[in-house]
């Protein structure tokens, strides 16, 4: 089944790694994939509009299905592959409800992880503020405190002992800053659970691979 | 078990209304809720403040579990309640990957009518731009011109012929839309749509009780 699916994907992009550690995890490997720039632009060229008329990666074919979120590809593939591979969706109704609540705030963290990174390339230059700057860095700084908190009150995962998918959305964008050198000092919690699951197959499989041979910028350091 | 819920929650907040949706459509009816005014700032109140650290509505508590995020109470709700009420995730696997990939565009969609109506309240005056709220207003157009096509393509409902998650979550923004004016003869597919749905049972018996009352302001007659 694996070999009816195409991903289109930019390395380092935290959506696209999301749907790559799914297929890890769900062994769905043998799968097509190609990887694009983002420098290039490569994202807008036509192959990806054939998938993704918003032209951006992830694109994800997934037999006729198209899934280019990567939070819609993540629950379709659970629920088709239910009994193959790791299973991903909690029965208990404690540890379910906390994967949902924290699966979907992921997407705020994400946010605003993307509202530093990307200031430059989404605000023309006459309408930068260095007071938004700042705002943004300040917002991100709450966020992790909120998300220390979280870590310190479960084990190891973000929903208990288990990997969920909570943690296939959660996991990237933690990696994704500190390698853009997020201090582990001051964030001892977040740094505790990326070290914990950095080395995980299906992470370590799908680690980006611009990652490997070159080091980030020092964004988040004062963070 | 409804009475084991509680709601906090807003008139005409789109996150807090997918919840009132989904609690009709799962028959839960007779759940604990207050309405909230954000004018006076009562979602940052103690009593939001102790479910959603956020200081955010919907603040969502279903027994002993807290699901703030309006898309995490969808499915926490539709797994818990399988055989009450509505199925509201369609077991075809093309019905439930269109759902799904639906389910999860609906936030860039939402998200860009945000952008709009939060523009004052999110930026300090002197970082304000006309080029940015312009910009803000394509943005918006572009995208509703991707959901008139999408639409287009369905019957009646967004993941086919029946009504499903996506549904729940799509449906109150755009009824926001039209309630700020957007115009129907320009986007006529998704009048359809709004039209179709708005006498729906679940949907007719949580309309924002205010918009009964007052008319909205007219911020989306040009898009």
Known sequence: MAKDMTLLWGSGSPPCWRIQIMLEEKQLQGYNHKLLSFEKMEHKSQEVLDINPRGQLPAFKCGNHILN??????????????????????DSPDAQALMYQR?????????????????????????????AVQRNREALT???KLWEGYLNKTDCCLAGKEFTLADVVFFPSVAFLFRLGLSSESHPVLAKYYNSLKDRASIKATWPPHWQSTPGPDMMKTI
Chains 1, 2 share one sequence.
Not at 69 to 90: D, H, M, R, T
């Open 103 to 131: 699966m979907f705030e992921v997407l705020t963290f994400h946010q605003k992880i993307v509202e530093i990174v990307t200031y430059n390339f989404r605000v023309p230059e006459e309408e930068r503020h260095d007071s």
């Open 142 to 144: 709450a966020e992790l």
């Open 69 to 90: 979120e990567s939070y819609a590809a993540c629950f379709f593939l659970e629920n088709q592959y239910k009994s193959q591979g790791n299973k991903l969706i909690p």
